[in-house]
């Protein structure tokens, strides 16, 4: 099969499953498939929207459960503790992504036959400033995921030990996301106390703060996702143009990516029936999601952060069981 057929089975494929998705909005099914997608864009957030879908859809179908994937020139990179190479498993099934590429346009007659110069050569496209035009394309590559590598065996891959089961989140920690969104976004985070409110949490664009009432939020874990719900409504919507049940519901599903990076799984709603309403499309409201939760991942290095607060909780755990032995 062509490249350009696998990359045209791809986008249809991704089509398909959206549009099955948005004919079933309302099905508690489809909540649960956004849901899981959601966790699986905390663990891949370099990937695009397409690319997570896709690949869930071919761990799904070949019951495979993916942890942490690379190109293979990505982990023949990587080297273990005594200095030993990455390598892939022989007979390992990479799984398939798209990736942008761009190349020139050029110009073409009525016929749409490429018009050449006098030295034989294709005669590139320009636009109104002379510069020449360029098209983006996808082209198609494989990944790998760390299962079928001996990174492991070679200590060139530590295990994300904080997946899959919630992490106690402490104040430090708590304290260390509201400095970096500070620091970041230049958005103030208040951590208040106002038993006469029943809001977990509000954002106040006028003098662009966050706050977090700690009299609703009872533990560390409610704050935190509060904060990130917070975040959610500054950086995926403004509030003036999307109904306030689909601004509720890309916030919480923001939240609910942030938070799945800390083993934390909110009880959320999504109002996900809401978000193909006022002309939206599933996949123009998950686009938006997956991309502002991609940025905000790369801008406040939210997985480093939570698989070091893993390892300090693992380390000083594994030190208290020592001093009682």
Known sequence: MKKSDKGKKIFDAFDKKIKELEEKIESPETEKAIKEWLKFQSKFHNYSFRNIVWMMMQAEARDFEI??????????????????????????????????????????????????????????????????????????????????????????????????????????????????????????????????CIAGGWYNPCDNKIAVNLSTCKNNAHRLGTLMHELGHTRTLDDCKDSRKLAEGKAEAFAYAACSAFGIERESQLYIKNWVEDKHSLKEVMGDISKKVREAFKDLQLNELAQEHSQELNHNQEQTTEMVA
């Open 67 to 196: 942890e942490k994937v690379a190109p293979f020139k990505k982990w023949a990179e990587m080297k273990g503790k005594q200095d030993q190479k990455v390598s892939i498993t022989k007979g390992s099934k990479g799984f398939t992504v798209l990736f942008p590429y761009e190349r020139i346009s050029y110009e073409r007659d009525e016929q749409g036959t490429f018009i050449e110069d006098k030295k034989g050569k294709r005669i590139p496209e320009r636009d109104e400033n002379g510069k020449i035009k360029k098209i983006t394309q996808f082209g198609v590559g494989y990944v790998f995921d760390v299962s079928q590598t001996n990174a492991k065996e070679i200590g060139a891959f530590q295990e994300l030990n904080y997946r899959g089961k919630a992490v106690e989140i402490n104040a430090d920690l708590l304290k260390e996301v509201a400095n970096r969104i500070t620091e970041k976004y230049k958005i103030q985070v208040d951590f208040v106390k106002d038993p006469t």
